[in-house]
């Protein structure tokens, strides 16, 4: 039966709004998506290293790896060291009963406890026996800013990342990180670019490049996958059944092995999961590790004054974000099922080609 007139221009107006809104995704992507890098790009090499003189800037749109000078810290921090020096400090850690941590089912809780106490207990034998595993992040003493080396004193001194990598990027955080060997961090992706410093012990990193977005499960910045990606056959077979398109992202992935000292560059954008690696021979000894990150000059206008932890999107995603969010979807979905898988696909279909047309800003809603 035809619809009344009423309905008519009911569906019209919803299709108007929604195909609006997609304007306002359009808008933004041509203006702010990200751009090939002019600077000449070095690939993550397996197992191979990137020379010095190898080292591109930081606007590079790859990983690389490289092993440069990171000052008195390769040598002095042991976690020894760091109980002499910052024992006393009151961390908030992440404490669970599995290695895997997923931030989106949040399979930890946070303990505040003295830095010395965590360092005891994620070395204890009774933690192997509880299957205890603990992770700290340093944060900044003020909540809503972003971390810096500040908070472990003279410390910071130690810890020298050289200026040649940073090039014309500001530096939005510097994070001091100590885990449990066998500790994996979940999958997820940084707006800002960062280097991965591995001051102690070992990690294995796993990237998969920003094209994968949409086999990867995304639930904000993270991947609802967890660590499973870092798993044995076994649990990657549990992984593809559970979410089948992440096999297809597995298959575009980089993945490298940081040895004390090496530098990992993380660009903006790729997703990446870390697991700590025990140091053969030194069964005491925590895994170490540092991340600078770095905002380049060409999204810094648009950085969130308030993002502290790198991961909140940059201000005109959000608004774009937000319009699909209360916009888009709700006046598509509120249309009938075969209109609403027509305009679905239109405005998918649109939005994809968007890269190759670009010229393209409106979609004519008739």
Known sequence: ????????????????????????????????????????DSLVARPQRCRPADVPGA????????????????????????????GDMKVSVHVSSTPDLNFVTKNFAYEVMSFSDFAKRALSSEAKVAKQYYYYRATHHKRNKPASLEVIGTLQQDFQLPVELSGDCAVHSTV?????????????????CNFLCCIRGRKRVVLIPPSEVRNLYISGSSSMIGSGLLGDAEHLARVWREYPLARKAWEAREEVILDEGDVLFIPALWFHCVEALPTAGKPRELCISVNTFLIHPEVSSYHDPKDVWAN??????QDALRALEERVLPNLRALPLEYRSFYCQKAAAALSTLEEHPEVLTISGG
């Open 1 to 40: 039966m035809p619809l009344h007139s009423r309905e008519q221009e009911q569906i019209r107006r919803r299709v108007a709004g929604a195909l609006a809104a997609c304007t306002l995704l359009y808008v933004w992507y041509k203006r702010f998506r990200v751009r090939p890098s002019r600077v000449r």
């Open 312 to 317: 909140r999107e940059l201000l005109p995603a």
């Open 176 to 192: 001091l990180r100590v885990a449990s060997p066998g500790m994996r961090m979940w999958l997820h992706y940084d707006i800002c």
């Open 59 to 86: 606007a590079t749109s790859t990983p690389f790896v490289t092993r440069v000078s990171l000052g008195p810290c390769s040598k002095k921090w042991t976690t020894e060291y760091l109980e002499e020096h910052i």
